[in-house]
């Protein structure tokens, strides 16, 4: 498929995104004031808290499990295609609904009054102890300190509003400075950075189809691009050209300890789901790209980092392919569940990861199956079916 019509596949994407989340703020039947009595019901019962609570979506709803166990502590009804990331602290994940972000409670299973309403709720960025939210629909930046959500709260935000709305990205860093994409619904270019005072101080507009970031050792941010990956780093951009003319790198993960970026790596415009088997290692010291076959697809849910740096990549073989960032070589595989293959339709459910610490939690929808491994040793923890197959899967993650 050529550019324009991948341009317009991300547009219907985002609008198929917001049709089929038009119900997610709806619990159990299909109007809002059902939904607040659920809430109101769900606040007013004394649920157990859980520890380090996971968050599983499925085609209705939310399982909210035990992080250690994996035992179902609460199922939450909630039509419509749910996307669920972590908020940055102990208790809280972010919901993606039609009106907007909704904060979850996943220790105490309840949505609270937190909220940041908007068409599109977007990508979910937690850096340095804040969390920045993108809202497609409108162009608008919220972050916010997680820790303002104790108790319910609506926490007190920064904001910024894009020149024009888009399916964007934000990161906001230690020193106050917030990287931002740039682009229109039609066409993504690049990112610029604000200061403290929302004052813009860098621009960059060599980074086509921008998409996706993280954020490697001492604050690097890395942006994907269709020909590469767009860096920021002490003040300045850099661009990585990657080995091939169009090669994107739209899905990203990072680690604090590692300069290295984890990134996927695709070549061909025309496929209609391409399925790489190579990935992209991005050393941000030197700002050059290494590909490493895996011999196996992944799909954008398979990228995580370990807690030493690993980069984690899980194959449509069952495998998960722990690697050495600074080599490329893959030092572990943990045989993780069966084979699969990515749906066509990206919000269709697939095999997906998730880290905190030194755990991976791994679903298996086809065997309606949740499991968790030691990154150390490679053991398998536990698993645990549940009554329906999930799609996605999170935690709460606490970024202090």
Same mark, same amino acid.
């Given at each position: 498929?050529?550019?324009?019509?991948?341009?317009?596949?991300?547009?219907?994407?985002?609008?198929?995104?917001?049709?089929?989340?038009?119900?997610?703020?709806?619990?159990?039947?299909?109007?809002? !004031?059902?939904?607040?009595? =659920?809430?109101? =019901?769900?606040?007013?019962?004394?649920?157990?808290?859980?520890?380090?609570?996971?968050?599983?979506?499925?085609?209705?709803?939310?399982?909210?499990?035990?992080?250690?166990?994996?035992?179902?502590?609460?199922?939450?009804?909630?039509?419509?295609?749910?996307?669920?990331?972590?908020?940055?602290?102990?208790?809280?994940?972010?919901?993606?609904?039609?009106?907007?972000?909704?904060?979850?409670?996943?220790?105490?299973?309840?949505?609270?009054?937190?909220?940041?309403?908007?068409?599109?709720?977007?990508?979910?960025?937690?850096?340095?102890?804040? +969390?920045?939210?993108?809202?497609?629909?409108?162009?608008?930046?919220?972050?916010?300190?997680?820790?303002?959500?104790?108790?319910?709260?609506?926490?007190?935000?920064?904001?910024?509003?894009?020149?024009?709305?888009?399916?964007?990205?934000?990161?906001?860093?230690?020193?106050?400075?917030?990287?931002?994409?740039?682009?229109?619904?039609?066409?993504? +270019?690049?990112?610029?950075?604000?200061? @403290?005072?929302?004052?813009?101080?860098?621009?960059?507009?060599?980074?086509?189809?921008?998409?996706?970031?993280?954020?490697?050792?001492?604050?690097?941010?890395?942006?994907?691009?269709?020909?590469?990956?767009?860096?920021?780093?002490?003040?300045?951009?850099? @661009?990585?050209?990657?080995?091939?003319?169009?090669?994107?790198?739209?899905? =990203?993960?990072?680690?604090?300890?590692?300069?290295?970026?984890?990134?996927?790596?695709?070549?061909?415009?025309?496929?209609?789901?391409?399925?790489?088997?190579?990935?992209?290692?991005?050393?941000?010291?030197?700002? %050059?790209?290494?590909?490493?076959?895996?011999? +196996?697809?992944? !799909?954008?849910?398979?990228?995580?980092?370990?807690?030493?740096?690993?980069?984690?990549?899980?194959?449509?073989?069952?495998?998960?392919?722990?690697?050495?960032?600074?080599?490329? %070589?893959?030092?572990?595989?943990?045989?993780?569940?069966?084979?699969?293959?990515?749906?066509?339709?990206?919000?269709?459910?697939?095999?997906?990861?998730?880290?905190?610490?030194?755990?991976?939690?791994?679903?298996?929808?086809? @065997?309606? =199956?949740?499991?968790?491994?030691?990154?150390?040793?490679?053991? %398998?923890?536990? !698993?645990?079916?549940?009554?329906?197959?999930?799609?996605?899967?999170?935690?709460?993650?606490?970024?202090?």
């Amino acid at each position: 498929m050529n550019r324009s019509i991948r341009a317009r596949m991300l547009t219907g994407t985002a609008l198929a995104l917001t049709t089929s989340m038009a119900l997610t703020a709806c619990g159990g039947s299909d109007d809002a !004031s059902s939904d607040a009595e =659920q809430t109101k =019901q769900t606040k007013s019962s004394k649920a157990t808290a859980v520890k380090n609570p996971l968050v599983a979506s499925y085609d209705g709803g939310l399982y909210v499990l035990d992080g250690k166990t994996l035992k179902l502590a609460k199922t939450v009804e909630l039509a419509g295609f749910n996307r669920v990331n972590p908020a940055g602290d102990e208790d809280h994940l972010v919901i993606s609904t039609d009106s907007g972000f909704r904060m979850f409670d996943a220790a105490r299973q309840t949505f609270t009054d937190a909220e940041f309403k908007g068409s599109k709720p977007g990508h979910v960025v937690r850096h340095g102890g804040r +969390t920045a939210l993108f809202t497609d629909g409108t162009g608008e930046v919220n972050v916010f300190d997680p820790a303002g959500l104790a108790g319910g709260k609506q926490p007190q935000v920064r904001s910024y509003t894009s020149a024009e709305p888009h399916h964007g990205v934000a990161i906001e860093l230690t020193n106050g400075e917030l990287v931002s994409t740039l682009g229109t619904e039609e066409k993504r +270019t690049g990112a610029l950075v604000l200061d @403290k005072n929302n004052k813009e101080i860098a621009r960059a507009e060599n980074c086509p189809g921008v998409h996706g970031e993280a954020a490697a050792k001492d604050e690097v941010v890395g942006l994907g691009c269709e020909d590469g990956v767009l860096l920021y780093k002490d003040g300045k951009f850099t @661009k990585v050209d990657a080995p091939d003319d169009y090669a994107r790198t739209g899905n =990203q993960a990072g680690s604090d300890v590692s300069p290295i970026l984890l990134g996927d790596y695709k070549t061909d415009p025309e496929a209609e789901l391409e399925r790489p088997t190579r990935i992209s290692l991005i050393d941000t010291r030197t700002a %050059k790209m290494k590909l490493i076959d895996l011999g +196996t697809s992944y !799909s954008f849910r398979s990228l995580a980092r370990g807690p030493h740096g690993e980069a984690l990549v899980l194959g449509t073989n069952g495998v998960l392919h722990v690697i050495a960032p600074e080599t490329g %070589k893959v030092e572990k595989k943990i045989a993780a569940v069966g084979d699969w293959t990515e749906p066509l339709d990206w919000q269709q459910p697939r095999p997906t990861l998730f880290v905190r610490d030194h755990t991976a939690y791994i679903s298996e929808p086809g @065997k309606r =199956q949740l499991h968790a491994f030691d990154l150390d040793s490679g053991e %398998k923890l536990t !698993s645990v079916t549940l009554p329906r197959g999930t799609n996605e899967l999170s935690g709460t993650v606490d970024g202090h």
